[in-house]
């Protein structure tokens, strides 16, 4: 048999144990089909690993630009390492140019070529802000996320309403106060 076809095979196999043990019948009519339902959409959740989430914002423009950018409310969804259920929520994610502007749908696929993977909120803000600084290096970065975790939500703790809200700052917004409330107001406006 061929290699892909016996793999499949085995991790389907797990997912059918992992019905079990929950206590239902895998071989019942509406499960036969979720253990490869169920490998194909991992495989999609997690389509951030086959690319540099980087080299998207390796394409930039000569615009002179000196104030803030902000690009706010870039929707994602990604996966909780911890439990493998989803969070999801926006990312606001501002720079002030040095000389590298790049576009703003660019920014949007760093979020979501890192958010695509196994993912705790905390490292998913950092590696954006990492990426901006390494490859535009602006004069300052500032990203904020905020995200419900299902994890939070179904089980343990049981609080719905609860977000999270995580923030990586960077040059000269962690030195100048004012662009900071600039930053912010400009996430409620
Ligand atoms: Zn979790």
């Known amino acids: 048999m ?10 389907t196999n797990a997912i059918r ?7 239902d019948d895998p071989d019942r ?6 253990p ?12 951030g690993y086959q690319e540099d989430p980087r080299l998207h914002l390796e394409k930039t423009f000569d615009i002179h630009q ?3 950018i902000l690009i706010k409310d870039i929707e994602f969804y990604s ?3 911890h439990h493998f259920a989803p969070f999801y929520g926006v990312a606001h994610v501002g720079y002030i140019p040095r000389e590298k502007i790049t576009g703003l749908s660019k920014i949007a696929r760093v979020v979501d070529g890192y958010a695509k993977r196994f993912q705790v909120q905390e490292r998913l803000t950092t590696q954006i802000a990492a990426a901006m600084d390494e490859i535009l290096e602006p004069k ?8 419900k975790h299902m994890c939070m939500c179904s089980r343990g703790a049981k609080k719905s309403d609860a977000l999270t809200t995580t923030t990586s700052i960077s040059g000269v ?13 400009l996430i409620k406006s």
């Open 140 to 147: 300052g970065t500032f990203v904020i996320i905020e995200a």
């Open 29 to 34: 009519d509406g499960l036969q089909e979720t």
């Open 79 to 81: 996966m909780c390492e």
């Open 173 to 185: 917004f962690e030195e100048r106060a004012e662009l900071r409330a600039e930053f912010l107001s």
């Open 36 to 47: 490869f339902r169920v490998l194909k959409a991992f495989l999609e959740y997690t389509e």
């Open 17 to 23: 144990e992992l019905i079990k043990l929950c206590g």
């Open 66 to 68: 000196k104030g803030l």
């Open 2 to 11: 061929n290699e892909n076809i016996m793999e499949v095979h085995r991790i």
